[in-house]
């Protein structure tokens, strides 16, 4: 059964700071790991990782992806209050017909002034 | 404009009592999912459906049913039997090809009293 598992659970940080969120996972055949932001409601899609070591990038968000050891991260930097949110991990294995994907139980990060 | 419209945003219900719940894509895509989330969880999949007139078990059906006799909607309806249904559901998209992501509606909060 595949498993994605996401740390820390939650995360209170001040304007300003940098912010990492760790993703790990066990999936048979993987294909590829997403991130979403999840606000008020609907989870909104920030990157697709598809190889190792190369770094998706979009602004003040980043995301890396290392296959040998199982695991992503999310960096945030020079954090906003609008950072705030859910950070949901998923993944995608390759044999999967419906193309579902396997969440983790997200991060919640709280960005204070 | 194009996007997945879910409704109602926020339902009661008295326990015993179907319902069902609504969603609605203008995207063209010919794949869409149901996810149940509970607090401080990620999303667990209960039906997805490739292609109209045709669906499958998510990892936790039971207690729900679903159709797709339209490409656009994909409703859900809660039973009786489902014994937990307060949650947000999450109703997703997703269009063909490689690198096409599931993009999300609005949700809707089930209460069950």
């Given amino acids: 059964e595949d498993k994605v598992v996401q740390s820390p659970l939650s995360l209170v940080v001040h304007e300003g700071d940098t912010v990492t969120l760790n993703c790990s996972y066990e999936v048979t055949n993987f294909r590829s790991l997403l991130w979403y932001k999840q606000e008020k409601k609907a989870p909104t899609f920030l990157f697709m990782l598809t190889s190792s070591g190369i770094e998706k990038k979009s602004g003040r968000l980043s995301s890396i992806l290392d296959k040998k050891e199982l695991f992503s991260i999310l960096n945030i930097t020079a954090t906003q209050t609008g950072d705030s949110a859910v950070y949901l991990c998923a993944v995608r294995p390759v044999y999967n017909a419906g193309n579902m994907l396997t969440f983790g139980g997200g991060t919640r990060l709280m960005v204070k002034p | ?113």
């Fill in chain 2, 1 to 113: 404009d194009g996007g997945i419209t879910q409704s109602p945003k926020y339902l009661f219900r008295k326990e015993g009592q179907n319902v069902t719940l609504s969603c609605e894509q203008n995207l063209n895509h010919d794949a869409m999912y149901w996810y149940r989330q509970d607090p401080g969880q990620g999303l667990r999949l209960i039906y997805y459906s490739q292609i109209v007139n045709d669906f499958q078990k998510g990892d936790i059906a039971e207690g729900y049913s679903v159709s797709r006799e339209k490409k656009e909607s994909f409703p859900l309806t809660v039973t009786s039997a489902q014994k937990n249904p307060t949650a947000f559901y999450l109703c997703a998209s997703k269009g063909s090809g490689v690198g096409n992501e599931q993009f999300f509606g609005p949700g809707t909060r089930l209460t069950v009293l």
